[in-house]
């Protein structure tokens, strides 16, 4: 018996009383009562919901054209769907991202959800499905086998290009650092031990390269991964319960609809159960957060101090860094980059195990797939606009300190090798090291080059590019 504030709800299992005013039903309903795992329901991620919507937007559209749905009831289920894609309702979606059941819970999710905004639509109560079904009508010529993949891909499409948008900012952002630092000399290091003298603009400049390489990738592999769906091939790839025409005009109106080149899998039956394109992608986004953790271990490195450190750079200070000991500020914002990036990692090694886990014509983990996808894109972006706006946008350089570093360190001997030789380079590194004095001190009190030769051998342009040495 049902109150003021429920409705009575029936399924293969019994009944069950849903909220009065809820747009979800009973399935969605008993999912909710199964999953309470990871507390990230499925409209976390709009683009997700957004394009459940447009799946069923595209079926729906094929079934009326092929005679299937009926005028009214294709009217209805579009202008329900139109509202989801709009981002209105998107808290109905509340089933766990992770669930059993291959998805089966996100698809009538979505399948609850419309049928009950088209029903309001005629003019109709929630739950009146014998005038318009979640399963009859707004799930016709579909399995969530098909549905499911296809708006996990879709929902990736959709929301790609931020991730892009946020790696090419914060890209530009380093080289607008490389331009500003060009002239600032300063020691490279390798092994965390003095190497040779460049420029901070060097140093900044290879980080935006670094992660150039990263969009360029993604910008291509992002696409090419995600377009073919398998719309159309029902439960297992077969296409039973479809008609012939069905996938073809599906998968033209998804495209359509969704504004993405979206293209039917030539092999249903494999597109059903393979999870490579995922595995893939979500590599590609661990490469590009161990590129970002890397880098930010670098930042803490050269700002590091500020007075017994590197502290060749200074980070913008964000907050207060001790509770016990004043004054100190620490590098939060690479920090927190850092573990987002092992977080990114984590979902990788997550997904990887999942996507290994299928078996025959289905992969029943599909959910953690698509959630740890969905957590690592967004995760990423906001860590690079997190960074970007938060740090390198305000680093400054220490350029005196730096040139200090280079003038008093060991390795300024590697510049002066190919004109005093390595046995004399050796000796007077060592007797630097041993007595803390200068390395141009020593050569000089040696009268092992002179004056001129010395100042040309020392500018900073000399010392950052290749150069053609004078032959003895």
């Given at each position: 018996?049902s109150s ?39 409209a ?32 209805a ?48 109560a ?6 318009l ?12 086998n ?8 879709v ?6 290009q ?15 650092k ?38 360029n ?16 091939g ?23 609809i ?9 092999d ?12 893939l ?14 880098i ?18 200074n ?17 939060v ?36 797939i698509a ?23 305000g ?21 002066l ?45 000399n010392?950052i590019a ?7």
């Amino acid at each position: 018996m049902s109150s003021a504030n429920t409705r009575l709800e029936k399924d293969l299992l019994g009944t069950l009383e849903v909220p009065a005013d809820a747009y979800y039903g009973i399935q969605t309903l008993r999912a909710c009562n199964n999953f309470n795992l990871s507390g990230v329901p499925l409209a976390h991620y709009p683009n997700f919901v957004i394009a459940l919507a447009m799946v069923k937007q595209a079926a729906a559209d094929a079934n009326h054209q092929l005679g299937y749905l009926s005028a009214d009831k294709h009217k209805a289920i579009t202008l329900a769907c139109k509202q989801l894609i709009d981002g209105q309702h998107h808290d109905q979606f509340i089933v766990d991202m992770i669930q059993g059941g291959a998805g089966t819970s996100t698809n009538m999710n979505a399948n609850e959800v419309i049928a009950n905004l088209a029903l309001e639509a005629m003019g109709k109560a929630k739950g009146e499905y014998q005038f318009l079904h979640p399963n009859n009508d707004v799930n016709m010529a579909q399995s969530t086998n098909d549905a499911y993949p296809t708006a996990i891909r879709v929902g990736l499409l959709l929301g790609y290009q931020d991730l892009l948008t946020s790696l090419k900012a914060l890209m530009n952002a380093f080289q607008a650092k490389g331009v500003e630092f060009s002239s600032v000399l300063k020691m490279g290091r390798t092994q965390l031990q003095d190497a040779v003298p460049m420029t901070l603009g060097q140093e900044f400049n290879a980080f935006a390269t670094n992660l150039g390489e990263d969009l360029n990738r993604l910008d291509k592999l992002v696409p090419d991964l995600l377009t073919w769906v398998n719309l159309g091939g029902t439960a297992i790839g077969t296409g039973i319960n479809a008609d012939p025409r069905y996938q073809g005009l599906a998968v033209q109106r998804l495209a359509a609809i969704s504004g993405h080149p979206v293209k039917a899998a030539t092999d249903l039956i494999e597109a059903t159960y393979d999870m490579g394109a995922f595995v893939l992608l979500s590599g590609m986004l661990k490469r590009t957060a161990v590129k970002l953790s890397k880098i930010c271990n670098d930042l803490r490195l050269l700002s590091s101090g500020p007075r017994t450190g590197i502290n060749e750079i200074n980070l913008p200070p964000r907050q207060p860094g001790s509770s016990i000991m004043p004054g100190k500020v620490n590098p939060v914002i690479p920090e927190a980059v850092n573990q987002v990036a092992y977080e990114i990692i984590g979902n990788d090694l997550s997904l990887t195990m999942a996507a290994e886990a299928g078996q025959l014509q289905l992969n029943v983990m599909e959910p953690l797939i698509a959630w740890k996808t969905f957590d690592s894109i967004r995760l990423l972006k906001r860590a690079m606009d997190m960074l970007r706006e938060h740090c390198i946008e305000g680093i400054t350089a220490n350029e005196q300190h730096c040139r200090e570093l280079v003038e008093h360190s060991i390795g300024l001997v590697t510049a002066l090798n190919p004109y005093i030789g390595y046995e004399n380079s050796t000796r007077i590194a060592k007797i630097a090291l041993e007595t803390g004095r200068g390395v141009l001190e020593l050569v000089r009190e040696e009268n092992l080059l002179d004056e001129e030769l010395l100042a040309e051998i020392l500018r900073p342009e000399n010392m950052i590019a290749p150069r053609s040495i004078p032959q003895k």
